[in-house]
Each structure stands twice: as structure tokens, then as C-alpha cells.
């Protein structure tokens, strides 16, 4: 059997396929009859569906260890000196293995949803079953009919493997492919409750109760996931960034925003009953970027130096996607009654599905018809703003009238009671929570219609468009400083109703650290080098990328004011824990964190003035987080009450959010160069412009480097040749670091070399090394500088935000239980989540997708400011390189280009009109930003009509919520007062949460 490799792992996902198949048919049954035994059955064969979905990935293993050159994939990604981890993960290293891999993940969430579950949640339990196996068998019929792990050969096998691309054989490529995609699979799992519960009616609390922390879990490893993806970009790729807006990395970014707004909206429905539409579609929505994601990455339909090659793999997304649309939106158009908690009737419902239908497909027929190149031939001569005009004034009188006349028409007669809660005050929680989650949709959607903007631009009007970083550095920051704010202005406020005496009073301490926090930084912020207000170039030149520039130019301070105000309102918030704790006697051990905060503080302060405390101070301050601080907080949140360890473990999070955007921010203050040096050379940095002259920014360097490069060597091992140069830095004369950036050649791809950075780090910034080209003879070295400003905050930041999902997932004590067993027994289940990342990090991992050779195989030299601004705004057009920007790609053709671009600087040829020839040359496709112009100005100007319109939308329901609100409380003061003292004593109840 086992000479039949090809055959039997064939074999054995078609038994998955049909072992799908029947436990649907069961489920299904199961739902419909209600009787245990035929759930019984469901389950097991779910369980037997897991079975063969091991047997698979086991199958597929072996192939890797034995050499079996026979399967394509195997030959593919692997060869006969790889050591045998990487042979074991490498499975996943490829398009067809890694969705094999992405099926094994969802059997180990199937089968650990399915034994939580037990006898709990018999009505939502078949459907939650049915759905997870039409995923499962989603998959299954992906890998039978576009992508088989298990396909042969057609020319026989070859006696050794292509083995894998050098660029990702890297320590973070081992764990961030397996924790992304744990966090896209785990979303499946609340996704597939919210499907049960729409099938079955039952859209109480129940279903969000159930999917609370597979959402935080999912939620945790979305985080994990993107931020080892951006260690690797930023220590492997050796172009001095973290992030890089490329469509892969947009699409693992996109699910977690929707994640997000998801676990902040969901406590309203816990709380409240509110937000029942909005939840559902939320989880839907969720669940739907995860697969638009996957189709992004792997249908080659977008350019991208990350994503799989193109193939038909493509066409059964599209399909999975709309069966996944149709479904979910007629299931939420058949229970928006009961999700309105009014009484169902036929007529209801009828009236709901024709109404949002209509508005679907006459939305499809508008953006069909009326485009620049659409079906009426008559248009091509309307400019495209006129039609961008039209195609919004259609869909949203489409939208009114769907809502006005067809849905008033279809329920007329019908008498609509809602009995659902009221938002009772704009100075509440809930609304604060409504704006957050209004600020993440904006965002997901900026980001969604700037990802797929090239792909529509080409399929409606076949043209050639790409949108580049400069586009998101330009709009994505004012919008995501806008979220920031209200993540801090929402935790000031209580739940229905905030007073004003209580809102001032929670206000003032935020306000006034912010003020003096703006305050210092206008007034010694430039002096250490974070100046607050640093202007850049504008995307537009016009009153649009005017705007964006002045707000681009001030978003250093103003980042860093919510930073403080942020960081004020959560240590606020501690403070009144603790000093309720000390009323009751119980925060003898609180004082302990106040240890590294201290220890913080010195490191901060006094690293620019004695010379290694920070050091000394990071060294002790990490013995004490780790044998003295986590466990007795972990101790502290273990006897709260579970929500008030929600709500602390969220703020937790929040203060990982902080630090992160202060790292953020620093990017800001950063700097790049390149020089040549020779062996034995030093040079200084940062001290005085007049002297040095390397940097446009000198003067506000508060610290002094001097870089001295010894020599370059050379190393060689079985797999490839390195070549290492050794360089000192030292800062305000003491030694900060000895480094030693390189280049390895692969003996299997001597095309493709690779770049090792060397990074010496410090809380303040990162002097980040990339090796560029040696001359053999003289020794002569070419080497790119980066002083990233700010950048371990990140990375810190998200260890705080894993913290506190730990704390969020931490489980409840059960009342029948020794308080020692219990505490075992948390401790077990949160161990168990933190316990498979430990088990990812520590196996060795291959690829996450091929990267194409050209992608940082030498060196790009850029001599100057100017240069860097002109080489970002143009791409790469040899057609070889997914459209790098000319600034990162390091092609023949991209330096032949660069040459002459450059050349053209020399001669006085301005900038502009440089730009207008390579566009006149190459078309549209070669710039970075598609022209402010035509229908070109939909990328701004939809996700822009998005904001606007769901702002005004929110300002109406506000409106309508609280007019409802007062008719109620005016119609019956009994009530009323009833409500009131309810309130007041929920509120009581509470206050120690």
C-alpha cells in the first residue's frame, strides 16, 4: 500500500469527501427530528471525518521523509539534504500542502468543537456540524479537482528535489504560516454557530455566549499570525520594514479588523440584547474575508511578490464565495424579523428577502452597465466622475427605495412589534462600542477597495492599475488614529447612560496628562529626535493630497497625545480596582506590579544619560515580569469574577494597542542611507549636518553613532556559501553593538541570494544593517542604514495583547470544585492554547508561498532623498518581479532603469514630468498611485462615500433610538422607574468589574 502513495492519499480524500457527505446528511436528520441518537451519530461521524483527515496529513508526511519524488509536491519543495524538520512541516511549504494543512487545523477545531459541545446546545449542535462539514468538504473538492497534494509526476520522478526558496527558510517563516492560519480556520468555528442559529431561530444570547472565546482564540493567533509575518519581513527581506501593504498581507489583515469589531459588538448583545443583526452579519462577514483572503493569496488574480502562482484554483473560490453570500444573506433576510425581535410573519419575511435582494442586484446591474467601458456604448463618453456620481445616486436610491416603498409596501397591513432594547443615550458604552466598530469597517473596507482596486479597474474597463504603500501611508493612518481616539473616549463611559458628573470626573485626569504630554513634546521633542510635526511629500497635488499632507505632517504628536491619553485611562482604570480592592482588603499583592513599571521608567529615563542601564535595567525587569509579576497577576485576574477578567484582560489588550501604536508612530522619525565604505573605515552619524552631511534630518539626532567596518569573510557549509561583513557601532561613545550583516548563495539556487540583516536593538531605536555588494578584491562594501525609530515597541506591544487574551480566555471556577483543582484546571486549559504555540515555534517550518527570485536578490542603492521619493512612486515593469516598486526591486532591468531615472535628476529634469514619461511609456500600471483623476478617484472616493453615508446612517438611528426611547419612558412612568432602579442596581452590581 504504502508503494501506492499517490493512489491511497488520492483515496483517502475522496473517503473525506464522502465521510462529509454523510455526516451532513446526519446533522441535517439530526436537526429535524431532534433525537439524541441520530446526534450521536453526527458526531461520530465527525470524529471518523478528523480520522481520515489525519490519515492524509500522515500520508503526505511520509512521502517528505521517504523522498517519494514521485508526487509533484513533494518534488516541488523538498530535497534530499533538507534535515528532517523541515521535511515534516514542509508539507505546508506549497499551494496544494497547505491547503491540506488548512484541513487538518479545521479537523482539530471540528473535533475539539464537537467534544466541547457534549449535549450542550442540542438545537444550534446539528447545524453548527452541518456547516463545518460543508467547509470541509469545500476543501476536499479543491484538492481532488484543482490542487491534489498527492498528484504525480508526469515525467516520472527525479532523482533529487527543487528544495525550497532561500528567502524562506527563516526562524519566524517556521511559526507564522501554522499561527495565521490557525486564526483564519478558527473562525470557521463561530461562523458556523451563527449559521445554526440563524437556521434555527434561536438568536438570543446563546449563540455569542457559545462563540465568545473560539472568537478571542482566533482573534489571538490573527494577531499572532500578522505579527510574525512582519518580524520576518523585517529581519529577512533587508528593505528596513515591517509592512509593506502587499495584497497577502492586506488579506490576513482584513479578517482581523472584522474580528475586532466582532468581540467589542458581541458584549453589547451579551449585555444588552442589542446589535442582533449587526452581530450576525458581522460573524458572516468575518468568516467570508478569511475565504476572500485565501482566494487573494492563491488565484493569482492580484500581483503580488507573496502569492501563490496563478491557476484554476481561483474559479471554485469565486463559487465558495458566492454560495457562502447567497446563503448567509438569505438566511439573515429570513430571521431579520425575530434578529428585529418582532413578531415573524410570512409577509415579514417575504418583504425583507425581495427588498435586500433588490437592492443586490440592481447594485450588480449598476456597476455592470454604467462603467467607463461598460455594455450602454453611449457612456464612453460621460467622464467618469459624472458616472462614479451616478453609480452612487442609483445605489442609494436603490437602498431608500428597497427600505421606503418596496419593504412598506410587501409588510403593509402588517402589524410590526418590537419588543428589541433601545439605545437610550449617545453618552453611553454601547455607542462608544458602535463607533469603534463603524471606525474598523471603514477601515477593512479602505483596505478591501484598495487591495482589489486593480483587479476591478481590470476586469470593468481593462486597465492596468496598482496602488502602492505611498496610497495607504497617506489615509490609512488619519483613519486608524480616528479608531485609536475612541478606543479611549469608549472606556470612559457606563453602560445605558453616563452622567455628566461621572464623565467629567473620568476626564480630567486623561486630559490633563495629554495636554502636558503635547506640551513636552513641542517643547523637547525635536531636541532627542522625535520632532512633532515632520512633513512629507503629497500624494496629490491637490486640495485632496494637500489636506492629507498637513494631516500626514501632524500625526506624530497626535498619535503620541492619544497615546498618553490612552495609557492615562487604562491606569486609571487599575487605580479604581485597586482602590476598591484596598476597601475590601484584597490588593495586598497589587503593589507588586508596580515593580516594572518602575524599572521601566528608569530604563527610559536614564538611557540617554548613563551609559548601559538600559540594559542592566531590561535584563532585571525581565526576571522580574517573569518569575515575580505574570504569575501573581495571573493569580490577581484568577480570583475576579470572569467579567470583570474580560473586561481587565480587554484592558490589558488595549494597553498592548498603545505600545504598538507608539512603535507605529516612530516610523515617522526614522532614517535610511546607503554608503560605501572600505575595511578599516569609520564614519559618524547624527551629529552635525555641516559635518557630515548623510542625512537631511541630522540636526534633531540627539544620539551620536559611529560605524566602523573591520573586514568581510567568508563562510561555506553543505547548503551554501556566506559571505559576512563585521561592523562595531557605538553610541554616545560606548559600545551599542557589534554586527554582522551578510549574504548567503544556496548551492541549489546560486540565483537567488539572500540578504541577512543585522539589527542592533534598543527600546529607543533599531540600527538595522543590510549588506550590499562586496568587491572581491578591494573589499569595498556597500551597505544600507536604517535607524528605525521606536520599533521594539511593537513587538512588545503585542506580547501585552497576548497577555491579556490569555486573561479574556482565562475559564471560569466551578462552584462544585476544590479551589486548587480549579485553579489546575484553568491553568490546564489556557496552558493548552498558550502550549500550541510553543509546539509551532519550536518545530522547524518551510514556505509560506513562492517568492519570486528577483525579491531581494541584490542590492537596490539609492544615493539620495530624492531619489528614494521618485524610484516609490514608479514599479518595476520587466514583468518578472509581481511589479515591485523600482525603490525595493532589485532586478537587472529595475537597476538599468534606476540608472537612467537617474541620470535624468542630474541633467534637472523635474520629478513630475520624469513620472508623466515613465507613465507615457509604460501606462497607468507603472505608477505606485493611480492618478487623482477620472474614474481612478473611486479608490478614495468610495471607501470616503462609505464613511460618510454609515456616519449619517448612525446620526438617524441615533436619533430614531433615543425618540423611541423617550416615548417609551414618557408613556409609562411606572415603568420607567422601574427600569431606572434596575438600572441603577445592575450598575451597582457591577462596579467592581
Known amino acids: 500500500m504504502l508503494s501506492t502513495i499517490p493512489f491511497f492519499g488520492t483515496a483517502l480524500l475522496v473517503c473525506v469527501l464522502f465521510a462529509a457527505l454523510y455526516t451532513f446528511s446526519v446533522s441535517l436528520v439530526a436537526g429535524k427530528n431532534g433525537q439524541v441518537g441520530t446526534l450521536q451519530a453526527a458526531r461520530l461521524g465527525a470524529y471518523g471525518t478528523i480520522a481520515l483527515i489525519a490519515c492524509a496529513v500522515l500520508c503526505l508526511a511520509y512521502a517528505f521523509l521517504t523522498h517519494d519524488f514521485r508526487l509533484r509536491y513533494v518534488s516541488h519543495y523538498s530535497d534530499r539534504s533538507m534535515p528532517i524538520g523541515y521535511l515534516l512541516t514542509a508539507l505546508w511549504g506549497g499551494q496544494d500542502g497547505s491547503l491540506l494543512w488548512w484541513l487538518f487545523l479545521l479537523s482539530l477545531y471540528v473535533g475539539a468543537c464537537v467534544r466541547w459541545m457534549g449535549l450542550r446546545y442540542r438545537q444550534l449542535q446539528p447545524y453548527v456540524i452541518a456547516t463545518l462539514m460543508v467547509v470541509i468538504g469545500f476543501f476536499c473538492v479543491l484538492m481532488m479537482f484543482a490542487a491534489n497534494p498527492f498528484s504525480k509526476n508526469l515525467s516520472g520522478a527525479p532523482i533529487d528535489g ?119 452579519f458581522l460573524i458572516c462577514l468575518t468568516f467570508f474575508m478569511t475565504i476572500f483572503g485565501t482566494f487573494l493569496t492563491r488565484s493569482g488574480a492580484i500581483a503580488s511578490v507573496h502569492a501563490f502562482a496563478q491557476s484554476s484554483i481561483g474559479t471554485y473560490f469565486v463559487w465558495f464565495l458566492l454560495f457562502v453570500f ?29 427588498s435586500g435582494w433588490f437592492v443586490v442586484l440592481f447594485t450588480g446591474a449598476v456597476l455592470m452597465l454604467l462603467r467607463p467601458m461598460g455594455m450602454i456604448g453611449a457612456l464612453n463618453a460621460v467622464p467618469s466622475t459624472v458616472l462614479i456620481a451616478l453609480d452612487v445616486f442609483l445605489v442609494f436610491g436603490a437602498l431608500l427605495f428597497a427600505i421606503l416603498f418596496l419593504y412598506g409596501f410587501i409588510a403593509k397591513d402588517t402589524t410590526i412589534a418590537s419588543n428589541r432594547p433601545l439605545l437610550r443615550s449617545a453618552a453611553s458604552r454601547e455607542f462608544t462600542f458602535i463607533l469603534n466598530n463603524w471606525g474598523l469597517l471603514v477601515l477593512m473596507v479602505f483596505v478591501l477597495v484598495s487591495t482589489t482596486f486593480p483587479m476591478l479597474t481590470e476586469a470593468l474597463s481593462n486597465t492596468k492599475v496598482s496602488v502602492g504603500p505611498p496610497f495607504y501611508n497617506a ?19 457606563g453602560w445605558t447612560k453616563t452622567s455628566e458628573s461621572s464623565l467629567r470626573r473620568a476626564l480630567i485626569v486623561p486630559t490633563v496628562a495629554t495636554i502636558v504630554t503635547v506640551a513636552l513634546h513641542f517643547a523637547i521633542g525635536t531636541r532627542f529626535g522625535y520632532p512633532p510635526i515632520v512633513w512629507s511629500t503629497a500624494l496629490y497635488e491637490n486640495g485632496f493630497g494637500t489636506t492629507l499632507r498637513f494631516i500626514s505632517a501632524n500625526s506624530p504628536w497626535i498619535s503620541i497625545a492619544l497615546s498618553a491619553f490612552n495609557l492615562t485611562v487604562i491606569v486609571q482604570e487599575f487605580y479604581w480596582l485597586l482602590r476598591a480592592r484596598i476597601k475590601t482588603g484584597k490588593a495586598s499583592l497589587y503593589w507588586v506590579a508596580l515593580v516594572p513599571i518602575a524599572f521601566v521608567a528608569i530604563s527610559v529615563v536614564t538611557s540617554r544619560f548613563v551609559p548601559g542601564v538600559a540594559a542592566l535595567a531590561s535584563r532585571v525587569m525581565q526576571g522580574v515580569v517573569v518569575f515575580v509579576v505574570l504569575p501573581a497577576v495571573l493569580y490577581w485576574f484568577a480570583k475576579l469574577a470572569p467579567p470583570a477578567r ?73 547548503n551554501k556559501m556566506s559571505i559576512i561583513a563585521d561592523v562595531t557601532i557605538t553610541r554616545n561613545g560606548q559600545h551599542f553593538a557589534d554586527l554582522t550583516p551578510g549574504k548567503n548563495i544556496y548551492s541549489k539556487m546560486p540565483e537567488s541570494p539572500t540578504t541577512e540583516v543585522s539589527i542592533g536593538r534598543s527600546p529607543s531605536a533599531d540600527f ?36 491579556g487574551a490569555i486573561i479574556c480566555l482565562w475559564p471560569q471556577f466551578q462552584k462544585n470544585e476544590s479551589r486548587a483543582w480549579a485553579f489546575a484546571r484553568s491553568a490546564a486549559a489556557v496552558g493548552a492554547s498558550v502550549l500550541i504555540t510553543i509546539t509551532l515555534a519550536s518545530a522547524p517550518s518551510s514556505a509560506f508561498a513562492q517568492a519570486t527570485p528577483s525579491q531581494h536578490a541584490g542590492t537596490v542603492h539609492i544615493e539620495n532623498a530624492t531619489e528614494r521619493a521618485l524610484f516609490s512612486n514608479l514599479r518595476c515593469m520587466c514583468g518578472g518581479c509581481a511589479r515591485e516598486l523600482l525603490s525595493s526591486c532589485a532586478c537587472d532591468q529595475a537597476s538599468e532603469m534606476r540608472q537612467t531615472l537617474r541620470e535624468k535628476l542630474e541633467r534637472g529634469v523635474a520629478q513630475r514630468q520624469i513620472i508623466d514619461e515613465y507613465e507615457g511609456r509604460f501606462g497607468v500600471a507603472a505608477l505606485a498611485i493611480p492618478p487623482s483623476s477620472g474614474a481612478f478617484r473611486a479608490l478614495y472616493v468610495v471607501p470616503l462615500i462609505v464613511a460618510l453615508s454609515s456616519a449619517t446612517g448612525l446620526v438617524f438611528w441615533l436619533r430614531r433610538s433615543r425618540r423611541a426611547s423617550a416615548r417609551v419612558v414618557h408613556g409609562d412612568a411606572k415603568t420607567s422607574r422601574e427600569t431606572y432602579d434596575a438600572r441603577i442596581d445592575e450598575e451597582l452590581r457591577h462596579l467592581d468589574e
Open 162 to 280: 527543487e528544495g525550497l526558496n532561500p528567502l524562506l527558510q527563516n526562524y519566524w517563516m517556521i511559526i507564522h504560516p501554522p499561527c495565521l492560519y490557525t486564526g483564519f480556520v478558527g473562525c470557521t468555528i463561530p461562523f458556523a454557530f451563527g449559521v445554526a442559529a440563524l437556521v434555527t431561530g434561536r438568536l438570543d444570547q446563546e449563540w455569542v455566549v457559545a462563540t465568545r472565546k473560539w472568537m478571542l482564540f482566533a482573534w489571538l493567533f490573527l494577531v499572532v499570525g500578522n505579527t510574525l509575518g512582519m518580524v520576518w519581513a523585517y529581519e529577512e527581506l533587508g528593505w528596513g520594514g515591517y509592512w509593506a501593504w502587499d495584497p497577502v498581507e492586506n488579506a490576513a489583515f482584513m479578517p482581523l479588523l472584522c474580528a475586532t469589531a466582532y468581540v467589542h459588538s458581541s458584549m453589547i448583545q451579551e449585555r444588552r440584547g442589542m446589535l442582533k443583526v449587526w452581530n450576525v
Open 768 to 803: 538595522y544593517i543590510a549588506l550590499g555588494n562586496v568587491n572581491p578584491e578591494t573589499k569595498v562594501a556597500a551597505f544600507q542604514l536604517h535607524l528605525n525609530t521606536l520599533v521594539d515597541w511593537i513587538w512588545g506591544g503585542v506580547g501585552v495583547m497576548i497577555f
Open 475 to 493: 489615509i490609512f493612518p488619519p483613519l486608524a488614529l480616528v479608531v485609536y481616539a475612541l478606543m479611549g473616549i469608549g472606556t470612559l463611559f
Open 646 to 718: 474580560r473586561r481587565y484582560g480587554g484592558y490589558i489588550c488595549h494597553l498592548g494597542i498603545v505600545f504598538a501604536f507608539v512603535g507605529f508612530t516612530g516610523k515617522a522619525w526614522s532614517i535610511d542611507h546607503e554608503l560605501t565604505l572600505k575595511p578599516g573605515q569609520e564614519i559618524d552619524f547624527f551629529v552635525e549636518t555641516s559635518r557630515v552631511g548623510l542625512f537631511k534630518n541630522d540636526a534633531y539626532r540627539g544620539d551620536n553613532y559611529r560605524m566602523t567596518y573591520k573586514g568581510v569573510r567568508r563562510e561555506t557549509d553543505l
Open 326 to 354: 447567497v446563503t448567509t444573506f438569505s438566511l439573515i433576510l429570513y430571521r431579520l424579523p425575530e434578529l428585529r425581535d418582532a413578531s415573524p410573519t410570512r409577509r415579514l419575511r417575504l418583504a425583507a428577502l425581495a
